[in-house]
């Protein structure tokens, strides 16, 4: 997974679509926010592929899909997000691999920010910050998760 890629589409289009959403400039504030959504979908899908071994709670499609599930996604951003770094963490330890632990308070942390974050977005200002700040959290987690993948071995047996 190109991190620099996926970090920084998440970290630039990401917080600045929400920044101009913030200030007003609707139009391509919505543009650049859904371009860093969909490549963070990517990374995503990407991410659980990695760790497919008849073990994990979801197939990479699913995990992606069932996002768009009115209503479901609510229950099912826990699963997608805070579930790979659980999953991820089951998958070192079931193949003998010692690497660093996905940190899962926060996946669990972003997954809590988000449904927050629905809450708040019809309070002026509030729901703006919410929104950079869901933003910044992802950027961490998007580091985190390009680092993990990226330095699974190839081949585990």
Same mark, same amino acid.
């Given at each position: ?33 859904? /371009?860093? @959504? ?7 899908? =990407?991410?659980?592929?990695?760790? #497919?071994?008849? $073990?994990?709670?979801?197939?990479? @499609? ?12 609510? /229950? ?6 805070? @579930?790979?770094?659980?999953? /991820?963490?089951?998958?070192?330890? =079931? $193949? ?34 919410? @929104? ?21 071995? #190839?081949?585990?047996?």
């Amino acid at each position: 997974m190109d991190k620099r890629f996926y970090l920084g589409s998440v970290a630039i289009a990401g917080i600045l679509g929400s920044v101009l959403v913030a200030v007003g400039q609707l139009p391509l504030g919505v543009v650049l926010s859904l /371009y860093a @959504g969909v490549v963070a979908l990517v990374m995503w899908y =990407r991410a659980w592929t990695a760790i #497919q071994d008849d $073990h994990a709670r979801t197939t990479p @499609g699913k995990a992606v899909g069932f996002l768009f599930i009115p209503f479901f996604n609510l /229950y099912w951003i826990f699963q997608a997000f805070w @579930g790979f770094a659980k999953d /991820y963490n089951s998958y070192l330890s =079931r $193949h003998g691999i010692s690497m660093s632990q996905l940190p899962t308070g926060l996946f669990l942390l972003y997954c809590i920010l988000i449904l927050v974050s629905l809450l708040m977005q019809w309070i002026p200002v509030v729901g703006s910050v919410m @929104g950079i700040i869901n933003w910044v959290v992802l950027v961490v987690i998007v580091s985190r998760v390009c680092d993990a993948v990226n330095n699974l071995p #190839q081949t585990t047996e």
